[in-house]
Structure formats: C-alpha cells, structure tokens
C-alpha cells in the first residue's frame, strides 16, 4: 500500500478511521473550498518545503504531517475525487476505487438519475398517448390527432432537454479530466498498433529460454542452409517490408480518420435524429387531420430521412472495421483478399442487417397503404419483422451447440451453460410481448371491427409500466442509495451503535453492570 492510500484512512487528529468530513483536507492545505487549482498547487508546494522530511531529519512527527498533505493534494487537484470528497468526504473516496465506485461521483450520479427520472416520465407520457390514440382509433371521441399527440410532444420536448443536460455535463466531465479512460483506450490502441508493426518487422523479442535442439545429426553442407524454403520465404518477407509499412501507413490513416468522423457524427445525431421525428410527427398530425393531400411516401419523408444518416453512420463504422481487418491480414502470410473475404462479409452483414430490416418494413408498409400492395396480406407485410427472432435464436442455438462440443473445466462449461439459458428466457419473455403485440396489430388491420385498438395495445402498456418502475427504481437507488451505502461503509467493522461509537471515546463510556440473566 503507498503512503497516500494509508494516509487516506487516518483524520485530522490520527485517528485510523475514515470519515465523511468533507472540509477536512482542505484545512490540511490551508485553502478554502472554492480554491483555484493553481492556489492548491502553490499551497501544497509551500507546505510540502515546510514538512518535507529531509529538511526535518529530527522531528518525528513531520513524516506523517508531509504523508498528510501529500495525499490532501492527490485528491484535491483530481476534480473527480475532489467531486467526490466534497459530496462525501474521504470514505468517498476510498470506495471511488472500488467495483461501481463511478457511480459515487455527482456528475455521473447526477447524469443517470437525470436519464432514469426522464425515461420514467417518457414512459408515463407514452402511456397516455397510447391510450388516447385508442379511444381515437375506437371511436370513443372525435379528437383531433393534434391534441392526441399533445404527451408525445410533450415526451420530444422532454427528451430535448435531457440531450441539452447530457451534452453540457459531458462537457464538464470532459473538461475535468474524467475522459481518463478515453484516453487510456487510445493509448493501449496506439501501443497495439506499434505492437502488430513490430511484429511486421520481424522484431518480436527472442525466447530467453530456448529449448535445446533434439536433432543431433552433424550440419552437413552449412553453407547452403540459407536456401531452404522456409529462409526463402523470410527473405521474400524482407524485400516486401517497405511496401507492407507504406500500405498499412495508409489504411491506418484513413481508418482513424473514419472514426474520428464516426465520433463526431455519433455526439451530432442523437439531436438531428429527435428534430427529424418530431417533423414526422407534425407531417402526421396534419396528414391524419386533413390538413394536406400529401402522400405516404412524403410523410414518411423525415423517417427516410433519419435511416439514411443512420446509414451513413453505420457505413463509416464499417469502414473503420473494414480497414482494421486488412490491416491485420498484412500480418498474415496468407493470401490477404482470401483470408479477409469471409470476415469483411460477416462484418456488413452485422452491421446492415438491423437497418436492412427497418427499411423494408417501412417500405412495406407505406407500399401497402398507398396501394401497390394493396393485395398483400398484413401477415406478409410484416414478415420482415419476424427476421430479428429467427437470427436470435439461431445465434442462442449455435452458441448452444458449441458449448455441448467444448471440452474443459466443468465448473466453467456450466456457469457458460447457466448464462445462455439466462439469455434464452430472456429472449423468450421479450420477445413474447414483441411478437404478441406484431400478432394483435396484424389482426386489427386485418379486421379492423373484430377487436379494439386498446386490447391490441396491452402488451404495449405492460412493456411501458415496467419500464417506469424499473427507471424509478434505478432513479431513487440513485439519489438515496449511495448516501446510505457510504453511511454503513462508515460503520462496517464498529461496535453496536455506531453513531455512539462515533461520538464517544472508548476509554469514557459508561458500561452497564452484568446482571443475573447474562450470567
């Protein structure tokens, strides 16, 4: 352990507790609350020369004071563990190393209980429009479609607020230094890099421990042992070095560079996307009210519209994939375009397959009501929608299979056998809403008068009921939760009654008399 990590379990007066003290190391500086980084840094420099051991070799007490504010500054010039110390003091920052300990600093609390808190009441709002589109859709009043779509507007408006909070606290977190792990992942992808070169290059570090050789037959005719096949094809290797660098130099820049577009479009689009479906919206409103003649191709304008920048998306994505792939192929001594066919073809295909099938779908629809397919079974319609089930559970089957086939530890194979059926019941209770829902929908436009709109929107209501309550649930585990686990951290290990633990000193409690039914 170093000494700032012991330091940090000791309070101002030695104690070797912990506290929720949240002024404490601040005091050890001599600097207020709101100090500046550059007053902490000037503190700690000052302080650091005044207690510094090597100018105090006498005083036996300046060790731990230098210990102290070395480890007062370690969490103060950090502002997320000073974000965390001034919410929760230093047992704050002890448990920010552990599992979860994210969720202990306010930006990121305060981020996900903002999400979890919205998403509850989008849930809320979606549930009333649901349910006045019903009684609209059954004939139980002459509502316009505008004052029907009054909770989904007001569900967009919501939504746009909580993009504007995500986007200036993401800001915040940037600025402040919690893009670490941003920059630990370029890092290791940086050093990765380097690494495949290297190994390109042929400088892959020699076995220390070399096994000695096992033929003993004299070298006869040393001269010509260069020219075996295998010295043949490393000289091959050799000639075709410049040429591999400057290759991989090029589909390494153009990869990055993708990625980078990739980044800048993924913080971009989430907003563009919710004002493109608000515009839907609004062209559906006026084409339900009367208000334009227009056709359903033009209407669904805005939704072709959010596919086709999802389209662009998806393609720089596998652009980035595409490139990586060959980039590891020049590593091989296989043919590049033969071994990379396969995984550039399994690639696209996971990455179009989802989009491919919203698009059908929605081509077959509006096809359906504009009248080409007008002779086209519902049922037929949305046969696009019953892919994604047939590819999740041939995936369930195969990973099923292949663990049967594996061989190892048997404690493994079941814990991997125990989470694929975890998956399987959790496809099986999604996608019994899902396809309850696709089954009740064909039905209802199939016979329009044979059931009503609001029988055919239950599994619809269910899914959106449980969503509010596991979003407020995960909202107030948020917002109340974190205190009480940092509370009994504080007092894990103590005596009975913690607060009097706390308070009063060992040696000055008054202790009660053994009575006749202890003994």
């Known amino acids: 352990m170093s000494h700032a990590d012991d330091a940090s379990e000791r309070t101002l007066n030695g104690e070797s507790r912990a506290s929720t003290d949240t002024a404490g190391l ?15 840094k000037r503190a700690y420099r000052r302080l650091a020369l005044q207690h510094h051991p090597d100018r105090n070799p006498g005083a036996s007490g300046r060790s731990g004071e230098f210990v102290r504010i070395q480890y007062a500054y370690d969490v103060l010039s950090d502002e997320r563990r000073r974000r965390i110390y001034n919410r929760y003091g230093e047992i704050g920052v002890q448990m920010a190393g552990r599992m979860g300990g994210e969720l202990l600093d306010p930006l990121v609390s305060s981020l996900l209980s903002t999400f979890a808190f919205a998403s509850a009441a989008v849930a809320l709002l979606l549930i009333a429009f649901f349910a006045l589109l019903a009684r609209r859709i059954d004939h139980a009043n002459d509502w316009l479609f505008s004052v029907i779509f009054t909770p989904l507007w007001t569900a967009d ?27 630990d992942s370029t890092s290791e992808q940086l050093e990765q890099d380097e690494m495949e070169e290297a190994a ?4 892959v570090p020699a076995d220390p421990c070399p096994a000695p050789p096992t033929d003993t037959t004299p ?49 971009a689009t989430p907003m563009l996307y919710l004002l493109l479906l608000a ?9 339900l009210d009367g208000y334009v003649d227009w056709t359903i191709m033009r209407v ?23 490139l990586r792939i060959k980039e590891r192929a020049l590593l091989s001594n296989d043919n590049p375009r033969r071994s990379t066919a396969k995984p550039m073809l399994v690639l696209a295909a996971d990455t179009y397959w989802w989009l491919v099938i919203r698009v059908a779908l929605a081509l077959l629809v509006a096809a359906k009501l504009a009248g080409p397919l007008a002779a086209w079974s519902w049922a037929l319609i949305f046969a696009p929608a019953y892919m994604p089930a047939v590819r999740w559970a041939a995936a369930l089957f195969f990973l099923r299979q292949q663990l049967r086939a594996m061989s190892g530890d048997a404690e493994v194979l079941q814990n991997e056998n ?6 399987a019941a959790a496809f099986g209770i999604v996608s019994s809403f899902v396809y309850s829902f696709v089954a009740l929908l064909v039905w209802k436009l199939s016979q329009p008068l044979a059931v009503r709109l609001a029988l055919v929107l239950i599994p619809v209501f269910i899914a959106l009921s449980l969503a509010c309550c596991c979003c407020s649930c995960f909202g107030l585990c948020l917002t109340y939760g974190i205190e009480a686990t940092v509370e009994n951290e504080m007092f894990a290990g103590q005596d009975a009654c913690p607060p009097c633990a706390a308070v009063v000193p060992t040696n000055r409690r008054i202790e009660r008399p053994p009575s006749a039914s202890d003994q």
């Not at 515009?279 to 084409?287: A, H, R």
Request: include cysteine.
């Open 26 to 40: 601040y005091n050890v500086l001599g600097v207020d609350r709101d100090a500046t980084p550059d007053e902490l």
């Open 157 to 183: 408006v919501l939504v746009l607020l909580v993009l504007m909070s995500v986007r200036l606290k993401d800001a915040a977190l940037i600025g402040s230094g919690s893009s670490q792990s941003t920059d």
């Open 200 to 203: 390109v290059d042929g400088e």
């Open 219 to 267: 070298l006869l005719g040393a001269e010509n042992s260069g020219t075996g096949p295998q010295q043949q094809q490393q000289q091959q290797q050799r000639r075709h070095r410049p040429s591999i660098h400057r290759r991989r130099r090029r589909l390494r820049t153009v990869r990055r560079c993708a990625e980078a577009r990739v980044s800048e479009l993924a913080t």
């Open 279 to 287: 515009g839907f919206q609004i062209s559906l409103v006026l084409y």
């Open 300 to 322: 669904a304008a805005p939704w072709f519209c959010i596919e086709a920048i999802h389209f662009v998306l998806l393609t720089l994505q596998l652009t980035a994939g595409l």
């Open 418 to 423: 125990a989470i694929v059926l975890a998956c």
